[in-house]
């Protein structure tokens, strides 16, 4: 997805009667489909290939970020680092095990966003790197909050984009049905991956005595003890977050392809408030072979409200192998129609 945007928000008024996300709104129902010859070199339009110069713009040539980190939460762990010193910021939650740079597609994103006024936020919380096992989504919706917190009163944030990788999407759900003063700034949000757990570990052996074992400790009240190390994990795991992740109606559970309709809306409803892009895999190795994947993102955006649909033909999971088309449907749904105005989110 190479970058093609509509207009630079550096040229956007903020007097027009016409917000930015009202405009969004417009384009929602729309979806498209990558190209399954992707692997073309980027054209000269594209952000991730814009010329980078050492000494200007976020990454240099020695393939480095510039930016600013910052401490948005007590916790020592909660540290965020920012590219670009603008009012409008795109906020990427990552999945499981990761942290900084978790994605190829980051640094050209950073490039990208930087050409249109935008600032690339990426930031730990509790459950970055292995801490994902004793954390909960919960956790990482009070931590998300400081940091949107942070950026509205310390950086006069204009609003934000969340853009969720895997399990960074179960985040961003639970996040917005919080419903909380600061997630009113949430401008639009991006679901990259939107994969389930519990169908990926449904695939592993002897993965239902282990839910029983998790299911049995939490009904003995002993859901924050840690279950018994795995041969196939070296991550410490509660018997919550364990229950969570791979037992059907657990917490994490909302992209399961066998939920049935009311169950996805139940989960995903509220976020028809929300403008949403959600950009698919069509080879996710992490999404089993019997899954219809067209038939799944369908079902997503519909639960959604009709959210905005971008398959990407031989996409892995992370989409290493797609990084500019990743980047373009991002920049595009982003800057779509500019921002003309910003709408107070406290008025």
Not at 85 to 91: A, F, G
Not at 297 to 305: D, F, Y
Request: aromatic share 8%.
């Amino acid at each position: 997805m190479n970058l093609s945007t509509s207009a630079s928000l550096a040229s956007t008024s903020s007097s027009s009667s016409s917000s930015w996300l009202s405009g969004i709104v417009r384009g929602r129902p729309g979806s498209f489909k990558m190209a399954k010859n992707s692997s073309n070199p980027p054209s000269a339009a594209s952000a991730a290939a814009v010329p980078v110069v050492d000494g200007a713009g976020p990454v240099n040539k020695k393939n480095q970020l510039r930016g600013v980190m910052f401490k948005y939460g007590p916790k020592s762990i909660q540290v965020a680092f920012k590219t670009g010193d603008y009012r409008r910021q795109v906020i990427f939650i990552g999945g499981l095990t990761d942290g900084f740079l978790a994605t190829d597609y980051l640094m050209p994103l950073a490039t990208a966003l930087e050409a249109e006024k935008w600032s690339l936020v990426q930031f730990l919380m509790s459950s970055s790197y292995s801490g994902y096992g004793t954390s909960s989504l919960k956790q990482d919706a009070l931590e998300l909050d400081e940091l949107v917190n942070y950026l509205i009163n310390k950086e006069d944030s204009e609003g934000v984009v969340l853009l969720g990788h895997s399990t960074g999407c179960q985040d961003i759900v639970y996040y917005m049905r919080t419903n909380t003063a600061c997630s009113r700034a949430v401008r639009a949000a991006i679901l990259q991956a939107p994969v389930s757990d519990r169908e990926y570990n449904a695939t592993k052996p002897d993965i239902a005595s282990t839910i029983d074992l998790a299911t049995k400790m939490i009904n003995e009240g002993r859901g924050s003890e840690l279950m018994p190390r795995t041969e196939d994990s070296d991550t410490p795991i509660t018997a919550y977050r364990y229950h969570s992740l791979c037992a059907y109606n657990g917490d994490d559970d909302m992209f399961s392809s066998d939920l049935s309709e009311d169950q996805l809306k139940q989960r995903l409803g509220h976020m028809s408030h929300t403008p949403c892009q959600i950009i698919f895999s069509m080879n996710d190795e992490y999404v089993p072979e019997y899954v219809d994947k067209k038939a799944l993102v369908n079902r997503l955006s519909k639960a959604m409200g009709g959210a905005e649909k971008v398959e990407i033909e031989w996409g892995n999971h992370s989409l290493s192998n797609r990084v500019q088309e990743a980047v373009q449907a991002m920049i595009s749904f982003i800057t779509r129609e500019g921002p003309k105005g910003w709408d107070d989110p406290w008025s």
